[in-house]
């Protein structure tokens, strides 16, 4: 019965640049040839898979998978609140040391896709050791036999000084002095965060922006005390990434 109310207010949050987007876009892409997550050209890959040719008009027949992702979320915020709420969003873009400049130039290169670039961040993570089950014992894998650390792991350490920073036109760092979560809370006046893959594909069309999915994760928070609202995916076949 609250749909209408609850749909109206995430229009308003996001009108207001009150919805923080995260962006994971360190996928490495090891199963794809390691070709970052980002810089995947979707249509040659289904292509390169056997896939139809893919007609010339299709929309983004020559982005990546990362330049897809934030020219269609420009395009909702737009759709939701014209140029004044894409300038007024804060985007948080998490990467690796594999692709931290390549995907900084490519901002640059594409005019921070409209965002403002004051209120782009970016959050590296660093690598961690990998496990490994020996002779029935966790042990710790010796670098650089390392991984990324997971999405919970990068969005729960947004709390810790001097990691975020952003970038001017001209490519040079301006490094938080706080935490990236304080300047979200504090002066972004953060009350929603979306994170997102870089590979979610859902997130190509326009649920880049799901506004149903935010009025629910709302509805939640407030009628039962949700402080995170997840949407998963059954998995009827037990595929895994590497099947």
Known sequence: PDAGTY??????LCRKGRVVFSFFAGGEGKRLGGVPHYFVRLWDLISGLGGRLIPRAVPHRHSTLGQWHLTQLATRLRAIGADAALQSTPLVIIV????EMDIR?????????????????????SY???FAVRDGRFAVTELPAAADPNHGYATESMHRPGMAYRITWDNHVRRLRGSL??????????????TNRVNDLTRLTDR??????LAQSLWLMEHHGANVVMEVAENPTGQSGDA
């Open 208 to 213: 880049a922006i799901d506004v149903d999915a």
């Open 105 to 125: 130039n490519d901002l640059i290169d594409n005019q921070f896709y409209g965002f403002n670039i004051e209120k782009v961040f970016f959050y590296p993570t």
């Open 96 to 99: 690796n040391p594999s692709n």
């Open 181 to 194: 979560l304080d300047r979200l809370l504090k002066t972004e006046g953060m009350e929603l965060m979306v």
């Open 128 to 130: 961690l050791p990998e």
């Open 7 to 12: 749909r109206a207010r995430v229009d308003h």
